[in-house]
């Protein structure tokens, strides 16, 4: 079972940035792909941005290229996305996500979530 907790939410200006952090409690957390969702009211879980096993090549969401970096330290058992030009449209809660079966940005592939932590992006 992994774990996932989420934190570095809030409230931001648009043009500003946030960083957020997921902390994983698994012994094996260099096994997992990492992805970043979000969820905005009224629509459906959406990606963001993953990072491989070897942080190699990270993917994105169109909407944040440019924008947002992800990163991962396996030492530390986490992974981060920084986040910098915060549009209103980037207001959502996002979510932490593990995934052993692949490094995609489908949500289906992904076995474990965390609890989400809201950005809310004042325009």
């Known amino acids: 079972q992994v774990q996932l907790v989420e934190s570095g939410g809030g409230l931001v200006q648009a043009g500003g940035s946030l960083r957020l952090s997921c902390v994983a409690s698994?012994?094996?957390?260099?096994?997992?792909?990492m992805g970043w969702f979000r969820q905005a009211p009224g629509k459906e879980r959406e990606f963001v941005a993953a990072?491989?096993?070897?942080?190699?090549?990270?993917l994105f969401a169109d909407s944040v290229k440019g924008r947002f970096t992800i990163s991962r330290d396996n030492a530390k058992n986490t992974v981060t996305l920084q986040m910098n030009s915060l549009q209103f449209e980037d207001t959502a809660i996002y979510y932490c996500?593990?995934?052993?079966?692949?490094?995609?940005?489908?949500?289906?592939?992904?076995?474990?979530w965390g609890q989400g932590t809201q950005v809310t992006v004042s325009s």
């Open positions: 990072v491989s096993w070897r942080a190699e090549m990270p």
């Open positions: 698994v012994r094996t957390f260099s096994n997992y792909a």
């Open positions: 996500a593990a995934s052993r079966r692949g490094f995609t940005s489908s949500g289906g592939f992904y076995d474990y």
